[in-house]
């Protein structure tokens, strides 16, 4: 059978730690200098008490919270509260807006990564959605002893994820002892980027290393599949691809539209407390003080 096109790495940088929220700390892997649609931003977080993300808004766009170790705990203004463990997704449908509160819950260090995927103008009003999986939810591939595919969003070997993406996007978590190597799938119409958790690898036909805190993006050559490597240690990686939505975006903070005219209207949505924001009148977390 004819090899197809591979991925290569076009270009790597390493995540500085930054402060964010409140007290908190985040490596952030798009969304500083670095943007690439239809992702918004991506924080390696760590957080602990009394640090935390306080009482804020979202719209127009989706956020996706992955807990590596400890917890989050979250409030919205609509009542929905929950708490996210080790391993556990929260995907988070802003909308047409959430208000909400994100604050650790647990007394040593909560390290995770949050994602924002951008909705497409069809999708930036609609109402609110969350889809809460369990680590023990969340589907493994293991194609072989030695490497485990965790299937966030998208498939991998033929093991694929419950979750509904309105931006298509692939979400995993791959795990390679050293030695190892695998080919990743990918749609050939999506953009994607790595960044490696632990340790470090060989990523893409052109065998680009990657070590801890890197980020790395994948050239968009169309290519179906990436090769990795881990030739010296083991590996811990994320793997985020998503189809581009090639629409304007205009963002404010925590509100990103298609149009100037659409984020001054979200401002005064939100301080009026009307069309979508009613119910943060007079809100207040309860996890948040
Ligand atoms: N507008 C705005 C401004 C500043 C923020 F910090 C945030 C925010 O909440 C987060 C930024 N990265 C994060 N990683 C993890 C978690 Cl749980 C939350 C965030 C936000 F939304
Ligand atoms: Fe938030």
Redesign the pocket.
């Known amino acids: 059978m004819a090899k197809t096109l591979a991925r290569n790495i076009t270009s790597s940088f390493f995540a500085k730690s930054r402060s ?2 409140v007290g ?1 700390i ?1 490596r952030r892997c798009i969304g500083g200098s670095k943007t690439l649609d239809p992702f918004l ?1 991506c ?1 390696i ?1 760590e957080v602990t008490p009394p640090a935390g ?1 306080p009482d ?1 808004p ?1 719209r127009g766009f989706e956020t996706v ?1 992955y807990l590596l170790e400890g917890a ?1 705990a979250h409030e919205d203004f609509g009542g929905n509260k929950g708490l996210i463990g080790p391993g556990d997704v929260q995907w988070m449908t802003a909308g047409r807006g959430v208000v909400h509160a ?1 604050m650790p819950a647990s007394k040593v260090t909560s390290r ?1 990564i ?1 994602l924002w995927i951008n909705l497409s103008r069809e999708y930036k009003m609609i109402e609110p959605a969350y889809q809460d999986l369990k680590d023990s939810d969340i589907p493994r591939a293991k194609p072989e002893p030695g490497i485990e595919v965790k299937i966030i969003a998208g498939e991998s070997f033929g093991v694929k994820s419950s979750v509904f993406t309105r931006t298509p996007t692939m979400i995993m978590d791959f795990k390679l002892e050293k030695g190892k190597k695998i080919e990743q799938q990918i749609p050939k119409d999506h953009q994607g980027f790595i960044y490696v958790l632990n340790g470090s690898g060989y990523f893409g036909e052109n065998q680009f290393k990657g070590e801890e805190h890197n980020a790395l993006f994948l050239d968009d050559n169309n290519g179906d599949h990436i090769p990795v490597e881990a030739k010296d240690v083991d590996l811990r990686f994320m793997l985020f691809t998503g189809k581009p939505l090639k629409e304007p975006m205009v963002n404010y ?2 509100f990103v539209m298609n149009s100037e005219e659409e984020i001054l209207q979200t401002m005064f949505d939100f301080n009026q407390t009307t069309n979508g924001f009613e119910r943060a009148k007079k809100w207040r977390s309860s996890i948040a003080d």
């Open positions: 964010e929220g908190a985040v931003m924080d977080f993300f804020h979202h919270t989050i994100e995770g949050q903070g925590p």
